[in-house]
């Protein structure tokens, strides 16, 4: 069974940081992708950022370009998504979710979906 275990969300202003992790178990990822999608009240969830276990690929929705920083700790079996320079849009729901192809994160439609944390941005 998978089990994608998502912690780190809060409330911080704008300009401020926050470290997602997302700590996975009955998933290869050495065949597969982890990452995060977002989803905020009345829009449409999109990818904003995951990684690649093979080879390492790895994607950033452009909003977050510069601002977030996706890792792996394979010993630990643990994705991070580390959020600096927050803004007021970055606010939602965001779940850790994985699948075997990297592209299904990205447009939305991956395979297992961990619980969601919220993430909070005030102006």
């Known amino acids: 069974e998978v089990q994608l275990q998502a912690s780190g969300g809060g409330s911080v202003q704008a300009g401020g940081s926050l470290r997602l992790s997302c700590t996975y178990s009955?998933?290869?990822?050495?065949?597969?992708?982890i990452g995060w999608f977002r989803q905020a009240p009345g829009k449409e969830r999109e990818g904003v950022s995951c990684?690649?276990?093979?080879?390492?690929?790895?994607y950033y929705v452009d909003s977050v370009k510069g601002r977030f920083t996706i890792s792996s700790d394979n010993a630990k079996n643990t994705v991070y998504l580390q959020m600096n320079s927050l803004k007021p849009e970055d606010t939602a729901v965001y779940y850790c979710?994985?699948?075997?192809?990297?592209?299904?994160?990205?447009?939305?439609?991956?395979?297992?979906r961990g619980q969601g944390t919220l993430v909070t941005v005030s102006s």
């Open positions: 009955g998933f290869s990822f050495r065949d597969g992708a």
């Open positions: 979710v994985a699948d075997r192809s990297l592209h299904q994160i990205v447009v939305g439609t991956p395979e297992y």
């Open positions: 990684i690649g276990g093979g080879d390492g690929d790895i």
